[in-house]
């Protein structure tokens, strides 16, 4: 899979304030965000959609809606479940060199990912790999009625009951032996 993170806005800076270019995001999900636990099985994920780059006063403004697909453990069987993800994006870069001038100018921005590096390349990667960890859903089902795994043997319960005996709360126990009276 060919990668498109990264964009060239030289020409961009160089039109008046309200000039637009588009462009095509795509990008690996393993590599753009490891942490997520994706399947061995499952394979590479990728996300995807158009972007517009449009210059503005400090900078060049981003936005765009990429949509792809992510594989995850069920978090009641650990059985992996495709789910869709759809990153909206939209964020200001800030140049790091005055185009006039050539000057390098310190931006006002704190957060590095936002800056336009010095060869007037803008980087996506960090800015999506936010936005898609934190479109991920926490909590992911296989299905709304999974039963899970038996918390004694691992045995996935959907498959079948398990042949392990319920473990009984102590704090139970004198409750029990008064219905064994009563029976």
Known sequence: MIENLTFNVAQLLKEPIG???TGQVVAALRRLAPDLAQSEAAPDGAIAGPVRLM???NGVLVQGFLTGQVTLPCARCLEPVSVPLDVAVEEIFTSTIDLLTGRVVTPEEEDRALWIDE???LDLTEVLRQDVLLD???HVLCREDCRGLCPTCGENLNEGPCNCEPETDP???SLAELLKKSE
């Open 119 to 121: 060869h007037h390349i």
């Open 19 to 21: 000039a637009t270019r």
């Open 55 to 57: 210059h503005i006063d």
């Open 171 to 173: 704090r139970w126990a």
């Open 136 to 138: 991920v859903p926490l």
